[in-house]
Structure formats: C-alpha cells, structure tokens
C-alpha cells in the first residue's frame, strides 16, 4: 500500500512513512520505501512464492485451504470505530490491497469492542497506534510476552536481537541495529505505516514564543506572552 499517498491524505500531512520502527528511518529502512508499483510486485511473488495465486481469473488470490479446496484470500481489518482518521487509513489500505487482488473488508467496532477482539485475538490485522518511548523499545509490540504482543509474536531469535541491541553500545549497537534492522524487514512481526507528528492548533496572534517539544506542550509556558 501506499505509505506516502496515506500520509498526505488520510493523515494530513502530520505523519512521515515508515517500514521499520524506529524515526528517522535509518539504512536499511529508508532503502525499503519502494514505489507502489514496485511494492505491490515483491507483493505478488512473495505471495505466489508461497502459492497464493488468482488461479480462476476472477482477480481474486487464493490459496489452498485445509479442505484441499481454493479458497479466496478476504482478509478482515480491525480498526477502531470511533477514530474518523484510522477507519479512513483501513479503507485506504482496503483499496490498495484489491489491487493486486486481496480482497480485504473491514471490522470497525467501537474501542472496548476493539480492544476486547484484539485480547482474543478475533482478526486477520488489526490498525492501531501506539506511542513508543524516546527509545523506540519495540518489547511491548513484538517482544514475548508484550503487553501490546497479543500472543502474534513468538520469536526467541527477535528476543535476543532487542536484547542485543539494547545492551550494546558505539559501533557494538550500530551493528546490532542493523542486524535487527534486517531481520526485522525479512519476517515483518508488524507493519509500520507511518509516525504521526502531534500538532498544537491556536488562533494567529493569541500567543508568541510558544514551542512545544515531545510529551510537553507546556515547556516554555513561562516564556509565552500574549500576541
């Protein structure tokens, strides 16, 4: 899908792409930010490599189900009802998967109805959104265990990486970066799409010297006079 169309339309310009989970997106993620056509071809041999194909010719993949039957790929996207911008990014992303063939629909169920489906595990995907620390500690997402994981990943090889990762330090971490980094791009736990940028919106000329910095948007209050 396209990460750059979502992030200027949807997400009105507040919001950056991203494959890996981490801002700025360093080598090898900034490498990764393909072209729709050129994504949308890795898709289709990714996907045929593992024999999901439109073997019908009704523009529709499928795949070979536990009956032996072909069954048509019609993934469900669970997404947060009562947020207008991330049902308008699930349908977005609905619209670029049909074009290769995937036929997804949508489950927008109000927040608690959301969060309990996601603790059940009641989806194919799920859209969410999560603040990550100054860090950018991704265990609660994808580490065993996580408090965001719900019980998708699994993976003792992506536990010692983050691991390794975070305990190393100079060049010893930039080579576990990307070790990670790499590892990370060939399994995808998760999807990143974009980081969202907050935004603070007053009316011109009511205050001068404001300036916000992450998680404070008081910082400089003292410093604020009137416009």
Known sequence: ???????????????????????????????????????????????????????????VLDY?????KRAPLTPVILVNSENTFKVAVTQQIIADLEQIGIRATMNALPFE????????????????????????DVRPLIGTGGAL?????????????IAQMRAAGGDARVDAQRTFYQQFLSTMPII???????????????????????????INVKEWKAG
């Open 113 to 136: 109805q959301y969060q309990e489906a996601l603790s059940k595990g009641e989806y194919d995907f799920y859209y969410g959104e999560t603040i990550l620390s100054p860090d950018f």
């Open 64 to 68: 070979a189900a536990a009956d032996g």
């Open 192 to 218: 990143p799409i974009a980081f969202t940028r907050g935004q603070v919106i007053a009316r011109g000329g009511l205050i001068e010297g404001y300036k916000a910095a992450p998680y404070s948007m008081f």
């Open 1 to 59: 899908f396209d990460r750059a169309r979502l992030c200027t339309t949807q997400l009105q310009t507040f919001a950056d792409p991203a494959v890996l989970p981490v801002n700025p997106q360093p080598e090898p993620g900034g490498a990764f930010l393909y072209s729709v056509e050129q994504d949308q071809q890795r898709a289709l041999k990714l996907l045929a490599d593992v024999g999901v194909t439109d073997t019908n010719g009704d523009g």
């Open 149 to 161: 994981n719900f019980g998708v990943c699994q993976n003792g090889m992506t536990d010692g990486l």
